[in-house]
């Protein structure tokens, strides 16, 4: 029977005859000036595999990314919100709490700016950009893929279009 899985690598399947068989048609092949490649197919699946794995790290990663930056939207558009409602109720009632709510949420699209800005900048200051991400809540495990994210695919078009929607 033919087949992937042999049982012990070191001994040759009688299938494929004898270790004296495979020496002769090697130097019989070898006589025409042609060569004869064996392929040990265990390590070119391993290979694959790893193929594999790496673009599905890739791929979470930038699917994570993405993840976050829609929550980050999220979180910007509610605080946004927010910080409308408690600036008209603070038009509306002059208390203080009510002018420190809107400060508070105004933080959250104030932080998104700043590691906007601090990303499009030419000399980038990771630091300025994780302050920012995290002044704009989200979350920190979050910040290195939102930021490699950004760096990586702000010259796609549909992306670049979304942040610039934000931006203004």
């Given amino acids: 029977m033919l087949g992937y899985s042999p049982l012990d690598f070191t001994v040759l399947d009688p299938h494929w005859g004898t270790l004296d068989d495979w020496r002769h048609t090697i130097d019989t092949i070898h006589a025409h000036n042609m060569y004869i ?3 040990f197919t ?6 694959l595999i790893g193929i594999e794995l790496f673009v599905l790290f890739f791929c979470l990663s930038i699917l994570s990314s993405l993840r976050a930056y829609v929550g980050g ?3 910007w558009s509610k605080a946004e919100k927010d910080a409308v409602f408690h600036l008209y109720r603070y038009g509306v009632s002059r208390t203080e709490r009510d002018y ?7 933080q959250v699209p104030i932080g998104d700016a700043k590691a906007r800005r601090e990303l499009l900048a030419g000399d980038q200051h990771p630091t300025a ?10 979350h920190p495990d979050d ?3 939102m930021t ?7 010259d796609v078009y549909y992306i670049k279009k979304a942040i610039n929607i934000l931006a203004n």
């Fill in 37 to 39: 490649m064996v392929d």
């Fill in 42 to 47: 265990v390590g070119t699946m391993a290979l």
């Fill in 73 to 75: 939207e999220g979180l």
């Fill in 100 to 106: 420190d709510l809107f400060k508070q949420f105004m």
């Fill in 129 to 138: 950009v994780r302050e920012g991400f995290l002044e704009g809540r989200n």
């Fill in 143 to 145: 910040v290195a893929g």
């Fill in 148 to 154: 490699s994210l950004f760096a990586d695919f702000y």
